[in-house]
């Protein structure tokens, strides 16, 4: 009898475990499965994995009493995201790093004032732009001898890895006018490399040079007119066309319903930055 019970006992539990087992599988199999919320079930939370470069103020930099990522492209994407219900995630990584993370899947959204250029989109999809920028040139505050791409002729130019910027003072030097180009990963360094004096000057997005003047680096000054026309678009790796059909249909909503004017204005951003 006694010997019986204690059979019992083992088949109950191994009956208590196989049927605990085959239920976190089926919820498993109903929350990783499509994100759509088929079958009428409560749409499930979709966190999207959005990427940046961080030195990029006003459009991303690190907030430093929270020590999070915060700017304009992280409200604008946050609230495009937003249209269909999605929250995102955001990832601190290397300007350089981004274009690889896309298309590996490590993330599903570029939101790191990048430019839309046809060299980018033969490996990536961009939104419609969504910002209009150009690169400017900054020299040292002093500096009297700087007053156009003209007179980079020998001199030393500071960048960040990867950008248009780096491209540009690329072709100034193939063409003989630039020395020598110095290639930073950050922004805040290749400011403060002017600021120093260990360059002459550096070429990066105008609107973010200025911030950096703004909030403070008056070491440094902004010299000549700009000298690109440029449009940031949000990336998305190819063949993620719903992915893609979201952001823009998102976009457009965020614009007509003025929050789009409304981020511009928050920060310090001039109308003009809208694209037409
Ligand atoms: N607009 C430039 C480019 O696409 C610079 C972007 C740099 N962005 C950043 N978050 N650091 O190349």
Redesign the pocket.
């Known amino acids: 009898m006694k010997k019986i019970g204690k059979y019992m006992l083992v088949l109950f539990l191994v009956m208590g475990l196989v049927l605990s087992v085959t239920a976190c599988g089926q919820q498993d199999e109903s929350t990783e499965g499509d994100k759509e919320g088929a079958k009428g079930e409560p749409q499930e939370e979709v966190v999207l994995k959005v990427g ?5 103020p006003p ?2 930099v690190l907030d430093p009493k929270t020590d999070k990522i915060m700017g304009f492209d992280i409200d604008l994407i946050e609230a495009i995201a937003a249209e269909s219900g999605y929250k995102v995630e955001v990832q601190d990584l290397g ?1 350089d790093a981004l274009i690889p993370a896309l298309q590996s899947g490590t993330i599903d959204i570029i939101a ?4 839309i ?1 046809d060299e980018r989109k033969e490996q990536i999809d961009f939104t419609a732009p969504y910002i209009n ?1 150009g690169l400017a040139l900054a020299v040292a505050e002093g500096n009297t001898d700087i007053k156009s791409v003209e007179d980079l002729k020998g001199k030393k130019v500071s960048v ?1 890895i ?6 540009k003072a690329e072709e100034l030097k193939e063409q003989g006018i630039v020395k020598e180009v110095k290639i930073y990963d ?2 805040d360094v290749v400011m403060a490399e002017v600021a120093r004096g260990t360059v002459d000057a550096s070429i ?2 105008l609107p ?1 040079t200025l911030e950096y003047i703004n909030k403070g680096h008056t070491e440094i000054k902004i010299v000549g007119d700009p000298m690109t026309s ?1 449009e ?1 678009g949000f990336a998305v790796a190819k063949g993620k066309e719903d992915l893609l059909k979201k952001l823009d249909d998102g976009l457009k909503k965020v614009i007509e319903s003025g929050k789009y004017a409304e981020l511009l204005e928050k920060y310090n951003l001039p109308e003009s930055s809208q694209p037409k």
């Open positions: 940046t470069e961080p030195t990029f459009f991303e300007f790191s004032g990048m430019t250029t920028a960040q990867g950008t248009t910027g780096a491209i950050t922004v990066n997005d973010v440029e940031y």
